[in-house]
């Protein structure tokens, strides 16, 4: 018997997804197969082979599977390029819409076939309303696809602007925290404290954990990334730069490449010194790591693998820490790190600019929050009724 040629074309586009496999998660091969048009598979690996940064690549997929799989439920038909006006407001009323009206009207908002079949294919997990966020990354994300693939869509035009806005305004989602709370210094000393063994994953764990946060809090796929290619051993520093009969204390600088907010051509570096230094090189040194990623799995028997850790791992390992530490895990991410560190800069007074030289924020506007926040806290204005 021979096989559809509908078939056939699954199969090739599940052969091409296999050369991103170093990029997309193997398991979801045979579903974006499935989903993804051979011109979706080639935009993928053309963006792939112009070096477009692996999570943004990542998203891009993801992000036009979902779109995919919605428009053919919606329209019955394959997503158009470029997407009509039209399409793109269709797509915003499905995923913003007002709960109070929906129990008023069960045809507001998305319909219950194209909710089911989403469902059933397992890419809508949300009961109500999607968040704002998250529909506006999608957007963008089929924006920046259209503009790849040579053609001009309907993004900027008043119409669709104008829906995002009243349809924000009409949610009664609130926005989420990408972490309820920062780990700052006094949360990171907890889960320091709560595992002082010295166990190979008491060492790993020890070194991510100061590294992520001392390095100006790290995002999750930036510790999963880090490669001893990229430490560099630098001269030894004093503790107190201004005198120098201070003691000295090891200093390495780390080679970013690629961030969410640089390009691998900008050699973006930032400093570690001192305890997190000591807790790399130890890590490294009774694990026999010479190359390759730093941070690695390691197995129940204390085999160190020469795989690295997932960015989802660096999350569970967090998460498990503050377990350990009787803290609420459910409150914490590894994005806590992150915020923790500009949050702990802000307390300890250090001058924004100088923080941001650490934590490689592009935004003044988004690190500027924490500095904010940090000095409400400390300032008059909250205090008038104390």
Not at 160 to 170: D, F, H, I, N, P
Not at 214 to 227: D, I, N, P
Not at 336 to 365: C, D, F, W
Request: hydrophobic share 40%.
């Amino acid at each position: 018997m021979t096989r559809s040629k509908a078939s056939i074309g699954v199969l090739k586009r599940a052969e091409e997804l296999d050369a991103l496999d170093a990029i997309l998660p193997f398991y979801r091969r045979d579903q974006l197969a499935l989903l993804l048009t051979d011109d979706d598979v080639a935009t993928l690996k053309h963006l792939a082979s112009e070096g477009m940064g692996h999570n943004t690549l990542r998203a891009l997929t993801s992000d036009l599977g979902y779109l995919e799989a919605w428009c053919q439920l919606a329209t019955d038909g394959p997503l158009p390029w470029p997407a009509p006006e039209s399409l793109l407001l269709k797509f915003v009323a499905h995923h913003l819409w007002d709960p109070v009206k929906r129990a008023e009207d069960a045809d507001h908002g998305m319909p219950a076939a194209v909710e089911a079949g989403l469902r059933e294919s397992r890419l809508l997990r949300a009961k109500g309303p999607h968040a704002p966020d998250t529909v506006r990354r999608r957007l963008t994300s089929l924006s920046i696809l259209t503009r790849w693939r040579g053609l001009t869509g309907a993004f900027d035009g008043p119409s669709l602007k104008s829906s995002l806005r009243l349809a924000v305004r009409t949610s009664a989602r609130p926005r989420q925290r990408k972490s309820k709370k920062a780990v700052t210094a006094d949360i990171l000393a907890k889960l320091l404290e709560s595992f002082a063994g010295e166990r190979l994953v008491d060492l790993r764990d020890r070194a991510l954990l100061l590294a992520a946060f001392a390095s100006g809090g790290r995002r999750r796929s930036e510790v999963a990334a880090l490669r001893v290619e990229d430490l560099v051993d630098e001269d030894p520093v004093r503790a107190d730069p201004n005198d120098a009969a201070s003691p000295p204390l090891p200093c390495l600088s780390i080679r970013l490449g690629r961030t969410k907010t640089t390009t691998s051509d900008e050699d973006e570096r930032v400093i570690l010194i001192g305890r997190p230094v000591s807790a790399l090189k130890r890590w490294l040194a009774e694990a026999q790591i010479k190359e390759g990623p730093v941070f690695r799995r390691i197995d129940q028997w204390a085999n160190v693998d020469w795989r690295a850790l997932t960015p989802q791992s660096v999350n569970l390992i967090l998460k498990s820490r503050c377990k350990q530490a009787g803290l609420d895990p459910t409150a914490f991410s590894a994005h806590g790190l992150r915020s923790g560190y500009l949050t702990e800069a802000a307390n300890r007074g250090i001058p924004l600019p100088e923080a941001m030289q650490q934590s490689l924020h592009k935004s003044v506007t988004q690190a500027a929050r924490y500095y904010n926040d940090a000095e409400r806290k400390q300032g008059r204005a909250a205090r008038l009724m104390i």
